[in-house]
Structures are given as structure tokens and as C-alpha cells.
């Protein structure tokens, strides 16, 4: 049953199984499940730590399930990632398009310490880079909101 429970999670309920771009199609649709419901900032707070806490669980048992480093199905990590891109410039369709792109271009490129925090055991190194990511799409969407009061 935990095995089940942690592949729906890990999948974020069967998305990792899209065929071609996995990861992009969690982050997207994050992006619109965050569009729709519109979650207030502690909803979005609590996503954010609830995707990481279940997330980290559910991958770990995932990796063992599917064999292999991360399999591209497990994909719980670009919805925390997603959701933490736009936790200070909220969910309006400015801030979740700039967001999604800022936060596929951080997952891809891996800059500093995300593509080495990768190489961490089990369910913390599927997830860490991708957390990695939403913080840094989270500073520069920040940066923008700081500067010139944008998304």
C-alpha cells in the first residue's frame, strides 16, 4: 500500500508518466493549478513545504520502486520547485509564466550547488536540486518585484 501511496506522490498523481517532457509538464501543471485556486500566501507556503516533506519520502521509495537516480516519472520535485518559484510574486499570470520559465531555466542549467546537490542519496538528492531551482527563480522574481515592482 506505502508503495502505491509513494508512487502517486513521486508522479504527482500519474504526470510523470507523460511521455517526452515529464518535468515540464509537472511544472506547468503546477502553474495551473496555482492559476485556478489562486492560494492565499500561507496555502502556498504550506504546498510548498508539504511537496518537499512528502516529496522527499515518496521519491526516495520511487527510485527504489523504478530502479535507477531519479527517474525522469518522478516529478513531485518541479511541483515543489514550481511552487516556491512564485511564493513572494504570488500566482497571477504575469508571475506564474515568468516563474514556470525562470524555474525550468534553473532546473535545466542546474547552476551552483544544484547540479552537485544532485549526487545526495535517496529521496533528499532527487528533490534538493529542484528546491535549489525555486529559489532561485523565487530571488530574481523577487528582484523584479524589489526593483520595478513587477509581477
Sequence with gaps: MLDR???VVATAGGV???????GTAASAGTALVLWVAAPSLPWLLAL???ATAAGTWAAGRAERL?????PGTIVIDEVAGMA???LVAGTGTAALV??????RLFDVVKPFP???SQRLPGGVGVMIDDVIAGIYGLAVLALLRAAVGWP
Design 5 to 7: 501511496v509513494a508512487l
Design 16 to 22: 510523470g508518466f507523460v511521455p517526452g517532457a515529464p
Design 48 to 50: 510548498v513545504l508539504a
Design 66 to 70: 523504478l530502479g535507477g537516480k531519479d
Design 84 to 86: 516556491l518559484t512564485v
Design 98 to 103: 515568468v516563474g514556470f520559465l525562470l524555474f
Design 114 to 116: 544544484a547540479g552537485a
